[in-house]
C-alpha cells in the first residue's frame, strides 16, 4: 500500500497525461471547486424539484426508496444524502471511509493506477467523493442499493472515487445513475470505480447514464473477480453527450469465475461515444461474455471489446451489434486474444440497418411504418439478462422504452 | 370481395404475373395450386401490397375499393391478412408481443393470448423471440396463431401445412377451417344453409399437398403456371389431374376441357 503521500507523487507526475483513448480534454475549462449543498433528510429528498426528480427517476432512482436496500446520493461535489436500510449493507462516502477506517487501504486504488492518465491523477488530486458499497460476507441484498452521481451547477467538473466490495459468498445489486440537471449544459464527470467480487460471491452494477449535450465523461475501471465469483455489468446510455470514453477492465483471478458485461447505447448527433470492455480470463474454468447493442441515431460510436484467455479451458464470447439509424457511424472493434492451447473465444459483430422485410413484416400485422421501426429497435436494445433482480430490469426497460421518443 | 382484373406484376424488372383475373367472393375460399417458382406467393405478396412486387397493369380490389396502391398496412387494416411460406426473424420481439400486435391489443389480456396459443399448441413458444430458430413447422404454428389474432375477412395462406408434422395437422387444419368458417363438419346446430349466408370469411390457400382440403371445404381450386393462372375448377379434380399428369399436362387438359 502506497502512502497518500506517495499516490499524490505519482499523480502529479501524471497530471499532464493524456488517455490513451478518446480526444484529449482540458480540464482547466470546467470549475472543480467544492459547492456546498445542504445535506438532505429523508423528507427533503422527496421534495426535491420535479424537473430534478424527473432526471432522477430516468436514471434509475427510486426517490421513494420503497424497493431499495440503500441509497448514495451525490449532488456536483457533496454528498447529499447516504444510507443502509439492510443490515450488513454498508453504503459510506469515501472520504469519511478514507478518514475513519483502515481496512479501506486494501482497496483504495489497489485495482486502478493512479498514474494511467490525467483523469486518474485528478481524481487522487482533486477528489471530491464518492461511495463506499459494501456487502459482509454471506449477506444477500434483498432490494438493490442505488447510488446517484449528479451534476447541477453548469461547467461544473465532478471528481469522484467508488469502492464496490463483495464479500465472500454474499449478493450485491447496485443501481447507479449518473445524469445532469435540467438547466445543465456543460460539465465533466469523472469516475474512478473499483469492485472487488470476493470468494463465491455476486455482484450486479447496472449504470444508466443521462448526460447532457456538452459533457465530457471519463470513467476508470477495474474489477477482479476470485474463485467462483460472478461479475455481471449493464451499461445503459442512451442521451446526448459530448464526449465519453470509458474501457472497464476485469481480471478473473478465481477458478470458475465469471464477467458478464451488457451495454445499451442509443446516440445523439454531434455526440461522441468510445466504450467498451476488456476481460483477463486468468484461471482454468472462467468465463466471459461481452454484448453490446448500439444505434447511430446521429451520433458516432466506437464500441470496443477485447477478451484474453492467458490459461486452457476458459471460455468467452463477444457480441457487438449495431443499427445505423438516422445517421451517424458506428464503429465496432472486436478483439480476441489466446495465449494457450485450449481457449475458446468467439466474437460475432455486425453492423446494419433495419431489414425492410421484417417493416413490412410488422406493417402487414397492422402496425404503420413508423410503429413497425420503433418496435424493431426496441426489439434490437431488449436483452435477455440473467441474474438480474426484477427492479433492475424495470429500469433498463423503462429507460429503453423513454429512449424511443428520442429516436422517432 | 376481393376482385382482380388483368393484374400485370414485375419484381426487379422481371414479369412474374400475367393476367391474373380472379375473383373470391364473401365466404369463398380457393385453393392455389402450382409448381415452384411460379409466381404462387408472389401473387399473395402482391395482393398483401409488398411494393417490391410492381404493378404494371390491371388492378387490384377489396370491399369495393381500389386496394392496387395502398400501403401494407391499411391493406391490413381493412381486413387482409397473411400466413407466409418464410416469415423473417425479429430479434428482441417476443411472439407473445405480436399476438398482442396482430390483435391490437396493447394492453395486457394475456389469456386471450394464451387461450388462442393453445389451440395450436404454441403456448410453449410465447416467450420465444418472433421466429426465431423455429422449424418449418413451427413456423406455420407461429404464423396460424398471429391470423388467429388478427382477425381479417381476406387471409392468404401460403402453403400453411407443409412441414407440420401429423399430430399438428389436425389443429392446423381445423384452425384454419374454423377461420374460414369452411368446417367440413360444422359443430353447431344452425343448418347448413343458415351457415352459409352468414358466412363472409374469404380465403387464399396455396398447397402443393393438397392435405388441407382434409379439413376445410374449398369452392374453387386454381393453377398458377408460369406467372399464369390456367384454370379454375373443382380442387380435387385439380390435385387428381397434377398428380397423374404433372402440372404441363394438367394445365392443358383442364384448358382444352374448358
Ligand atoms: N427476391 C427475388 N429476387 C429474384 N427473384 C425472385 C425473388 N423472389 C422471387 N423470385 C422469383 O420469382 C419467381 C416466382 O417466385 P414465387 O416465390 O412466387 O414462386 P412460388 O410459386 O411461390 O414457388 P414455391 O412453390 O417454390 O414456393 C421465381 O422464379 C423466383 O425465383
Ligand atoms: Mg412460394
Not at chain 1, 487501504?105 to 498514474?115: A, H, N
Not at chain 2, 387482409?80 to 416469415?87: E, F, K, L, V
Given at each position: 500500500?502506497?502512502?497518500?503521500?506517495?499516490?499524490?507523487?505519482?499523480?502529479?507526475?501524471?497530471?499532464?497525461?493524456?488517455?490513451?483513448?478518446?480526444?484529449?480534454?482540458?480540464?482547466?475549462?470546467?470549475?472543480?471547486?467544492?459547492?456546498?449543498?445542504?445535506?438532505?433528510?429523508?423528507?427533503?429528498?422527496?421534495?426535491?424539484?420535479?424537473?430534478?426528480?424527473?432526471?432522477?427517476?430516468?436514471?434509475?432512482?427510486?426517490?421513494?426508496?420503497?424497493?431499495?436496500?440503500?441509497?448514495?446520493?451525490?449532488?456536483?461535489?457533496?454528498?447529499?444524502?447516504?444510507?443502509?436500510?439492510q443490515e450488513g449493507i454498508e453504503v459510506i462516502p469515501i472520504?469519511?471511509?478514507?478518514?475513519?477506517?483502515?481496512?479501506?487501504?486494501?482497496?483504495?486504488?489497489?485495482?486502478?493506477?493512479?498514474?494511467?492518465?490525467?483523469?486518474?491523477?485528478?481524481?487522487?488530486l482533486n477528489l471530491q467523493d464518492g461511495y463506499v458499497i459494501?456487502?459482509?460476507?454471506?449477506?444477500?441484498?434483498?432490494?438493490?442499493?442505488?447510488?446517484?452521481?449528479?451534476?447541477?451547477?453548469?461547467?461544473?467538473?465532478?471528481?469522484?472515487?467508488?469502492?464496490?466490495?463483495?464479500?465472500?459468498?454474499?449478493?450485491?445489486?447496485?443501481?447507479?445513475?449518473?445524469?445532469?440537471?435540467?438547466?445543465?449544459?456543460?460539465?465533466?464527470?469523472?469516475?474512478?470505480?473499483?469492485?472487488?467480487?470476493?470468494?463465491?460471491?455476486?455482484?450486479?452494477?447496472?449504470?444508466?447514464?443521462?448526460?447532457?449535450?456538452?459533457?465530457?465523461?471519463?470513467?476508470?475501471?477495474?474489477?477482479?473477480?476470485?474463485?467462483?465469483?460472478?461479475?455481471?455489468?449493464?451499461?445503459?446510455?442512451?442521451?446526448?453527450?459530448?464526449?465519453?470514453?470509458?474501457?472497464?477492465?476485469?481480471?478473473?483471478?478465481?477458478?470458475?469465475?465469471?464477467?458478464?458485461?451488457?451495454?445499451?447505447?442509443?446516440?445523439?448527433?454531434?455526440?461522441?461515444?468510445?466504450?467498451?470492455?476488456?476481460?483477463?480470463?486468468?484461471?482454468?474454468?472462467?468465463?466471459?461474455?461481452?454484448?453490446?447493442?448500439?444505434?447511430?441515431?446521429?451520433?458516432?460510436?466506437?464500441?470496443?471489446?477485447?477478451?484474453?484467455?492467458?490459461?486452457?479451458?476458459?471460455?468467452?464470447?463477444?457480441?457487438?451489434?449495431?443499427?445505423?439509424?438516422?445517421?451517424?457511424?458506428?464503429?465496432?472493434?472486436?478483439?480476441?486474444?489466446?495465449?494457450?492451447?485450449?481457449?475458446?473465444?468467439?466474437?460475432?459483430?455486425?453492423?446494419?440497418?433495419?431489414?425492410?422485410?421484417?417493416?413490412?413484416?410488422?406493417?402487414?400485422?397492422?402496425?404503420?411504418?413508423?410503429?413497425?421501426?420503433?418496435?424493431?429497435?426496441?426489439?434490437?436494445?431488449?436483452?435477455?439478462?440473467?441474474?438480474?433482480?426484477?427492479?433492475?430490469?424495470?429500469?433498463?426497460?423503462?429507460?429503453?422504452?423513454?429512449?424511443?421518443?428520442?429516436?422517432? | 370481395?376481393?376482385?382482380?382484373?388483368?393484374?400485370?406484376?414485375?419484381?426487379?424488372?422481371?414479369?412474374?404475373?400475367?393476367?391474373?383475373?380472379?375473383?373470391?367472393?364473401?365466404?369463398?375460399?380457393?385453393?392455389?395450386?402450382?409448381?415452384?417458382?411460379?409466381?404462387?406467393?408472389?401473387?399473395?405478396?402482391?395482393?398483401?401490397?409488398?411494393?417490391?412486387?410492381?404493378?404494371?397493369?390491371?388492378?387490384?380490389?377489396?370491399?369495393?375499393?381500389?386496394?392496387?396502391?395502398?400501403?401494407?398496412?391499411?391493406?391490413?387494416?381493412?381486413?387482409?391478412?397473411?400466413?407466409?411460406?418464410?416469415?423473417?426473424?425479429?430479434?428482441?420481439?417476443?411472439?407473445?408481443?405480436?399476438?398482442?400486435?396482430?390483435?391490437?391489443?396493447?394492453?395486457?389480456?394475456?389469456?386471450?393470448?394464451?387461450?388462442?396459443?393453445?389451440?395450436?399448441?404454441?403456448?410453449?413458444?410465447?416467450?420465444?423471440?418472433?421466429?426465431?430458430?423455429?422449424?418449418?413447422?413451427?413456423?406455420?404454428?407461429?404464423?396460424?396463431?398471429?391470423?388467429?389474432?388478427?382477425?381479417?375477412?381476406?387471409?392468404?395462406?401460403?402453403?400453411?401445412?407443409?412441414?407440420?408434422?401429423?399430430?399438428?395437422?389436425?389443429?392446423?387444419?381445423?384452425?384454419?377451417?374454423?377461420?374460414?368458417?369452411?368446417?367440413?363438419?360444422?359443430?353447431?346446430?344452425?343448418?347448413?344453409?343458415?351457415?352459409?349466408?352468414?358466412?363472409?370469411?374469404?380465403?387464399?390457400?396455396?398447397?402443393?399437398?393438397?392435405?388441407?382440403?382434409?379439413?376445410?371445404?374449398?369452392?374453387?381450386?386454381?393453377?398458377?403456371?408460369?406467372?399464369?393462372?390456367?384454370?379454375?375448377?373443382?380442387?380435387?379434380?385439380?390435385?387428381?389431374?397434377?398428380?397423374?399428369?404433372?402440372?404441363?399436362?394438367?394445365?392443358?387438359?383442364?384448358?382444352?376441357?374448358?
Open positions: 500500500m502506497y502512502s497518500r503521500q506517495e499516490l499524490r507523487k505519482k499523480a502529479q507526475d501524471a497530471i499532464g497525461k493524456p488517455g490513451t483513448l478518446g480526444p484529449d480534454i482540458n480540464l482547466e475549462d470546467f470549475d472543480k471547486s467544492d459547492l456546498p449543498h445542504p445535506y438532505l433528510s429523508d423528507q427533503e429528498l422527496m421534495s426535491l424539484p420535479k424537473a430534478e426528480q424527473e432526471r432522477l427517476i430516468m436514471s434509475g432512482l427510486d426517490l421513494t426508496e420503497k424497493e431499495r436496500g440503500g441509497t448514495f446520493f451525490q449532488k456536483d461535489s457533496r454528498v447529499i444524502h447516504c444510507k443502509s436500510k472520504k469519511q471511509a478514507l478518514e475513519k477506517y483502515d481496512w479501506i487501504k486494501d482497496y483504495y486504488w489497489k485495482l486502478v493506477s493512479v498514474e494511467t492518465d490525467k483523469y486518474t491523477a485528478t481524481a487522487e459494501r456487502a459482509l460476507p454471506g449477506v444477500k441484498s434483498i432490494y438493490p442499493v442505488q447510488a446517484s452521481l449528479y451534476i447541477d451547477k453548469n461547467g461544473h467538473q465532478q471528481i469522484v472515487h467508488n469502492i464496490i466490495i463483495a464479500e465472500e459468498d454474499s449478493e450485491l445489486h447496485i443501481i447507479t445513475g449518473c445524469a445532469t440537471s435540467p438547466h445543465l449544459k456543460k460539465g465533466a464527470h469523472i469516475g474512478i470505480s473499483e469492485f472487488f467480487v470476493k470468494k463465491n460471491a455476486k455482484l450486479s452494477f447496472t449504470m444508466i447514464h443521462n448526460w447532457a449535450e456538452d459533457m465530457i465523461v471519463r470513467p476508470r475501471s477495474v474489477a477482479q473477480v476470485e474463485e467462483g465469483g460472478l461479475f455481471l455489468n449493464n451499461y445503459i446510455c442512451m442521451k446526448a453527450v459530448k464526449s465519453l470514453q470509458m474501457y472497464p477492465t476485469t481480471h478473473l483471478v478465481g477458478d470458475n469465475s465469471i464477467a458478464r458485461f451488457y451495454s445499451i447505447i442509443v446516440g445523439a448527433p454531434d455526440s461522441e461515444y468510445d466504450i467498451g470492455g476488456r476481460v483477463f480470463l486468468k484461471k482454468p474454468g472462467t468465463r466471459a461474455e461481452i454484448i453490446a447493442r448500439t444505434i447511430s441515431n446521429g451520433g458516432n460510436i466506437i464500441a470496443r471489446g477485447h477478451l484474453i484467455g492467458e490459461v486452457p479451458g476458459v471460455k468467452a464470447h463477444l457480441e457487438c451489434k449495431g443499427l445505423i439509424l438516422n445517421g451517424g457511424r458506428i464503429h465496432a472493434i472486436p478483439e480476441l486474444e489466446g495465449h494457450a492451447e485450449g481457449v475458446e473465444m468467439s466474437h460475432e459483430a455486425a453492423v446494419g440497418k433495419i431489414a425492410q422485410e421484417e417493416i413490412m413484416y410488422l406493417m402487414s400485422r397492422g402496425l404503420t411504418e413508423d410503429e413497425a421501426v420503433s418496435t424493431i429497435v426496441q426489439g434490437f436494445l431488449s436483452l435477455d439478462i440473467p441474474d438480474l433482480p426484477p427492479q433492475l430490469k424495470a429500469e433498463i426497460d423503462k429507460a429503453i422504452e423513454a429512449s424511443d421518443k428520442d429516436m422517432m | 370481395m376481393l376482385y382482380i382484373e388483368d393484374l400485370e406484376v414485375e419484381l426487379e424488372g422481371k414479369r412474374i404475373l400475367r393476367h391474373i383475373d380472379l375473383e373470391i367472393k364473401p365466404g369463398e375460399t380457393h385453393v392455389l395450386f402450382g409448381p415452384n417458382g411460379s409466381g404462387k406467393t408472389s401473387l399473395l405478396m402482391t395482393i398483401m401490397g409488398y411494393p417490391q412486387f410492381k404493378v404494371v397493369g390491371g388492378k387490384i380490389l377489396f370491399k369495393g375499393q381500389d386496394i392496387t396502391n395502398m400501403p401494407i398496412n391499411e391493406r391490413a387494416s381493412l381486413g387482409i391478412g397473411m400466413s407466409y411460406q418464410r416469415p423473417p426473424t425479429i430479434n428482441g420481439l417476443k411472439t407473445r408481443q405480436m399476438v398482442k400486435i396482430c390483435s391490437k391489443n396493447k394492453e395486457e389480456d394475456e389469456d386471450k393470448t394464451v387461450e388462442l396459443a393453445k389451440r395450436v399448441n404454441f403456448v410453449d413458444f410465447l416467450d420465444r423471440d418472433v421466429n426465431a430458430g423455429f422449424s418449418g413447422g413451427e413456423i406455420k404454428r407461429s404464423e396460424l396463431l398471429q391470423l388467429m389474432a388478427q382477425n381479417a375477412d381476406l387471409m392468404l395462406f401460403d402453403e400453411p401445412e407443409s412441414g407440420v408434422d401429423l399430430e399438428n395437422i389436425t389443429l392446423v387444419g381445423n384452425s384454419i377451417a374454423e377461420l374460414l368458417e369452411k368446417q367440413i363438419r360444422p359443430e353447431n346446430e344452425k343448418s347448413i344453409i343458415r351457415q352459409k349466408q352468414a358466412r363472409s370469411k374469404m380465403g387464399l390457400i396455396i398447397t402443393h399437398t393438397g392435405y388441407i382440403l382434409d379439413y376445410i371445404i374449398a369452392d374453387k381450386g386454381q393453377v398458377l403456371y408460369d406467372g399464369v393462372l390456367s384454370c379454375t375448377t373443382n380442387p380435387r379434380e385439380i390435385l387428381n389431374c397434377i398428380g397423374q399428369m404433372g402440372y404441363k399436362e394438367c394445365v392443358r387438359c383442364i384448358v382444352d376441357k374448358n
